[in-house]
């Protein structure tokens, strides 16, 4: 839903978050170090158990949940850089 919303919200974002959709689909991460592997630019915040990752040569963070028992991705906001600048994560 984040997804779906911030792409209306943003056209030129739509096709930096279907590349980026591809990519984490055809992933397995059984750990955050291979989340790393797959988009080295990724960050886990540890205090609130989400995973940042720059999106449209960082234009953008998806902010989201990643569990890798059940191989699901949850996307949590799609902020500007400049958005994600102004809150604490």
């Given at each position: ?55 449209g040569g ?17 996307i949590e906001q ?12």
């Amino acid at each position: 839903m984040a997804v779906a919303k911030s792409a209306r919200k943003r056209a030129s974002l739509r096709t930096d978050l279907d590349r980026f959709l591809k990519i984490a689909r055809a992933a397995e991460w059984s750990h955050f170090p291979d989340v790393k592997r797959t988009f080295p630019a990724a960050e886990y915040v540890s205090s609130t158990g989400t995973v940042i990752f720059d999106v449209g040569g960082n234009r953008y963070r998806l902010i989201s949940r990643v569990d890798s028992d059940e191989q699901l991705l949850y996307i949590e906001q799609v902020l500007t850089r400049e958005e994600y600048d102004r809150k604490n994560f």
